[in-house]
């Protein structure tokens, strides 16, 4: 039996300690945004945090992770309003940033993709609060194992939710 921490509730699992995250996420926890791209570690859409990095879960193995934190775009907002010590009540009603962005600049075309990259910028930005356009597209493309792929082309939309999220995060307008 393996235990972490899954979007701030710890979870022992069953699965044999050989078995790729994505798959115990998706088949033993329901946690269904990390989504199974190529399996390959080569285009990002199964991108968690794993004590604030992100990882490709269906490359890494729970052995590996066993009493760390995984954090997926479903933890997200717990992770925004713990980090900002909001109130319970405030916490219920809270999007992370990058999710409000998202929403706002209405990023997602098919949304494979999405979950993967929200994961990569909250990294980013929690790292660097203002990228520019470069760092930015460097975070997406050249950090990491491999680029985070989006198949429906919406690269431009994405830069703009990540300056909209950075403006979020710094307490900047909304909407």
Not at 41 to 57: F, K
Not at 105 to 126: A, H, N, S, Y
Request: include cysteine.
């Amino acid at each position: 039996m393996v235990t972490f921490i899954v979007n701030g509730e710890r979870r022992a699992v069953q699965s044999p300690p050989d078995t790729p995250l994505l798959y115990v996420l998706r088949n033993e926890l329901n946690v269904m945004t990390p989504k199974f791209g190529c399996g390959l570690a080569q285009c990002g859409a199964c991108s968690v945090l794993l004590d604030g990095e992100e990882i490709r879960s269906c490359v890494t193995l729970i052995d590996a992770i066993a009493g760390k934190e995984v954090t997926t775009v479903d933890g997200l907002a717990a992770r925004w309003a713990k980090q900002r010590n909001l109130s319970p009540a405030n916490a219920a009603k809270t999007l992370h940033p990058v999710q409000e962005a998202w929403i706002e600049e209405q990023v997602p075309q098919c949304g494979i993709c999405q979950f993967g990259m929200m994961i990569k910028v909250t990294e980013l930005l929690e790292h660097n609060p203002k990228p520019s356009d470069a760092e930015i597209k460097a975070a997406l493309t050249t950090s990491g194992p491999s680029p985070h792929l989006c198949r429906c082309a919406s690269y431009a939309a994405i830069v703009e939710g990540v300056h909209r999220a950075a403006s979020i995060m710094a307490g900047g307008e909304r909407g």
